[in-house]
């Protein structure tokens, strides 16, 4: 696979790299856009930091690009609607650069709290006048921490450590207290009245921007000290500098901007202030932090590549964690139940349900959900289908998804029953895994089995008489093709039965004619399926 690193990159990342035997790279930092589109649809995968500019432009013809990784947190220079809509995963690393970030964060309230760099530019500059740089201490003061992710609770656990008393606000955390957090306020404006320190460590998104904005300065104390470490837009400059230049406002600790340099004549004034500190960007900037997010991403992307498990997608529905290993053989399971399905049910696609039963009930299966799509919507398409574009072309083709956990079960400990609906039909399959990783497809339209789902399978509904599988031994032996597996099941008072076939090679449309031709057969239908690892190996 050959992946291209765009910016520049810690040597530990590019190191790692080089010693996959199956992986070449190119290090061209610093392409414009226009140079990039040109290049880019030569790589399967790309890392890049906050200098490359991944646009529409870039990712116009994407060739074999499949995945992005971001070193470090934010994907502002990654258009990633497009690169959703082209199937690109999009990948972060954000754990690399926790600890560095809130450190800074920390050390930015310090040193505003003791007025540090204007003190030490003033000794520099030959004065000795410590009146004017009288601080105020940290202990017994109440701290605003808004946004409760990783480098928040880090940021809440060290202010907690220094005898401050800490406040939550999350807009989209809805748990009790983390460690260091006294109280969680369900009301920004109530955080923003009552805190001494307001520190931010929400993503930048519509619903953040300009969150702290003239209403949230008007019920500031006059003493109030904000710093900025996540990203530029969160705290409404503009209204910043007013308080500032009104006295509404102590101080300000900035790390971020909206373009980085700062471009913006209000920014550029806030830099200046004396009332602020600002620094450019150093919240990852430490040889730590620089290391682990560059080695992150590297085995992020070639894992991902490698058909892995997919880590820290910042556009794939629930795969942003990490996936428990209970639910990882229920990927397989899903995509070729979709395949399945798809292949056995003729007629337009206009609803899918899914149903997790058992102790996976309790998991976070949505992941499941988008692989049983690629499996579903494959066949259905020229375009390659994968977990990050499925619920997109799903959404956009209107079929509705519909899923349900429930903890009850009968004969196996965890099941996936899926049902499809097209115009022509409606398709129900169950599945399961046997032995923590074997796929098993248990039951078909009610009619129970026990089928393989892998090579070549054909699956084939046929009146319930004696001879019936003989006369399938004897079209598949005159064609020379082996019969690896079979398995059958039947409704007693339904007069039919279905019958899953696993073959050592692809049957031709002649052979399926043939089948179909019989006088008891109703429907015959032929799927490709990858392999699945054999059991008597695993043993």
Not at 19 to 31: C, I, N
Not at 47 to 69: H, Q, W
Not at 517 to 533: D, I, Q, S, T
């Amino acid at each position: 696979m050959k992946i291209l690193i765009a910016d520049k990159l810690s040597k530990v990342g590019i190191d790692w790299l080089g010693e996959q035997q199956d992986v070449e790279v190119a290090v061209r930092p610093g392409l414009a856009p226009s140079e990039m589109a040109k290049i880019v649809g030569g790589y399967d995968g790309m890392i890049i930091r906050s200098g490359a500019k991944i646009t529409a432009e870039v990712l116009a013809s994407p060739g074999n690009l499949k995945g992005i990784v971001r070193a470090g947190v934010g994907v502002d220079n990654v258009d990633v609607p497009v690169a959703t809509h082209k199937g690109i995963i999009v990948m972060n690393t954000p754990g690399g650069n926790t600890l560095s970030t809130a450190e800074l964060a920390m050390t930015l309230m310090m040193a505003l709290s003791r007025k540090i760099a204007p003190a030490n530019t003033s000794l520099r500059s030959g004065q000795w006048d410590r009146k004017a740089y009288q601080g105020t201490q940290l202990a017994g003061k109440t701290m605003g921490v808004v946004g409760l992710g990783r480098i928040g609770r880090a940021v809440a656990k060290r202010a907690a450590a220094l005898e401050i008393r800490v406040l939550g606000y999350d807009p989209f955390f809805a748990g009790g207290c983390p460690e260091g957090v006294e109280e969680m306020l369900k009301d920004l404006n109530e955080l923003c009245k009552r805190a001494d320190y307001i520190t931010m460590h929400v993503p930048k998104s519509p619903d953040t921007l300009g969150m702290i904005g003239a209403e949230q300065f008007a019920v500031m104390k006059p003493t109030v000290r904000l710093i900025n470490a996540a990203r530029g837009g969160i705290i409404d400059e503009s209204q910043l500098l007013k308080a500032l230049n009104e006295g509404r406002v102590s101080g300000a600790a900035l790390d971020v901007y909206r373009a980085e340099p700062p471009e913006l004549e209000v920014e550029k004034q806030l830099v200046e202030h004396p009332n602020v500190l600002a620094v450019p960007h150093l919240g990852a900037s430490t040889a730590e932090a620089q290391e682990q997010v560059a080695l992150d991403a590297a085995r992020q992307l070639v894992d991902a590549l490698r058909g892995g498990e997919v880590r820290n997608a910042i556009n794939a529905p629930g795969f942003d964690k990490v996936l428990p290993e209970v639910l990882r053989p229920y990927t397989e399971l899903a995509q070729r139940m979709g395949t399945i399905l798809a292949g056995i049910t003729p007629g337009a696609l206009s609803k899918v349900e899914v149903i997790y039963r058992g102790s996976i009930a309790d998991m976070n299966v949505a992941p499941i959900t988008t692989y049983l799509l690629v499996g579903l919507l494959t066949p259905h398409m020229e375009a390659p289908v994968n977990v990050i574009n499925a619920p997109v072309l799903a959404k956009q083709r209107g079929l509705e998804i519909e899923q349900i956990t429930s903890a009850k079960v009968r004969e196996f400990a965890n099941l996936m029953e899926v049902a499809i609906h097209a115009d022509q039909m409606k398709r129900m399959a169950v599945g399961t895994i046997f032995g923590n990783k074997f796929p098993r497809i248990i039951a078909i339209d009610g009619y129970r089995m026990e089928m393989k789902p892998e090579g070549h399978v054909a699956i084939i509904f046929n009146d319930d008489r004696p001879g019936v599988l003989g006369h399938y031994g004897t079209v598949f032996g005159n064609n020379k093709i082996n019969i690896a597996d079979l398995t059958f099941s039947r409704k007693m008072r339904s007069g039919l039965a279905v019958v899953g076939i696993n073959l050592d090679e692809e049957p031709s449309d002649t052979v399926m004619d043939e089948i179909r031709g019989l006088e008891f057969v109703k429907a015959a239908y032929r799927l490709k399926l990858p392999g699945l690892p054999s059991e008597e190996q695993e043993e």
